[in-house]
């Protein structure tokens, strides 16, 4: 069961601030996916994504992360160093896993919809391949996102995922909660001083998809 301490529930509230702040204009529905892989020496990998939908009636599509500052004129260094410091709170949610002697997860997914805020947290095994990291990611967009595969390509993902997934002992667990906040979209006025020049952010994209979606955000620390 999530012991869910005074310092956890501020990092909830934490990250949903800076949700807030980096998604531009209205919208309806975000979900957002990050793991955390420990490696050998200390050393952190990941990934980070998530895809929200814009009020409105027709036409309604989800726009992926890294498509907001070509669609709403962002500076695009600049956003992503604010969608950095998204991922380094996460990273610090985990970290307070540890200090309280919780089960350490690897990936969870974040889902914010009718005023509601929940973290889906998992525990599965994940390999850390760009391969599996692309099979995952269609499949995700898949169950939460309802994006049927387009291609062959995209079908044969799902497949290789649900083939190779490598259950955990731990069953998920999940914190459904209120939102803490009331939106705010001024993403330009967000203040990134405690963002370090050492940080790395990398693509990882497909010829064949990068007009589709420009997949994940993947951090070496």
Same mark, same amino acid.
């Given at each position: ?86 991922? =380094?709170?996460?990273?610090?949610? $985990?970290? +307070?896993?540890?200090? @309280? &002697? *919780? ?90 001083? =405690?963002?370090?020049?050492?940080? $790395?952010? +990398?693509?990882?994209? @497909? &010829? *064949? ?13």
């Amino acid at each position: 069961m999530l012991n869910n301490t005074k310092r956890i529930k501020e990092l909830y509230e934490e990250i949903q601030r800076k949700i807030f702040y980096i998604v531009p204009g209205k919208w309806d529905e975000l979900y957002l996916y990050a793991s955390i892989i420990d490696r050998l020496g200390k050393v952190q990998t990941g990934e980070m994504y998530f895809y929200f939908m814009p009020k409105g009636i027709l036409k309604r599509k989800f726009i992926n992360v890294y498509e907001v500052p070509a669609k709403y004129d962002i500076e695009e260094e600049e956003y992503l160093k604010l969608v950095e410091l998204l991922y =380094d709170c996460i990273k610090k949610l $985990r970290e +307070e896993f540890a200090k @309280t &002697k *919780q089960a350490i997860w690897s990936n969870i997914t974040i889902t914010i919809k009718n005023s509601r805020f929940k973290i889906e947290y998992n525990y599965d095994k994940i390999l850390g391949t760009q391969e599996s990291y692309y099979n995952h990611h269609i499949f995700w967009r898949y169950k939460y996102l309802n994006i049927e595969p387009h291609s062959k390509k995209e079908r044969q993902a799902i497949e290789q995922y649900l083939n190779n997934q490598r259950p955990s002992e731990k069953k998920d667990e999940e914190y459904d909660t209120g939102i803490y906040l009331k939106r705010k979209t001024n993403i330009i006025t967000y203040d990134t001083t =405690d963002f370090k020049s050492t940080q $790395r952010v +990398e693509y990882l994209a @497909t &010829k *064949q998809e990068t007009k589709k979606v420009k997949n994940q955000i993947l951090c070496n620390k």
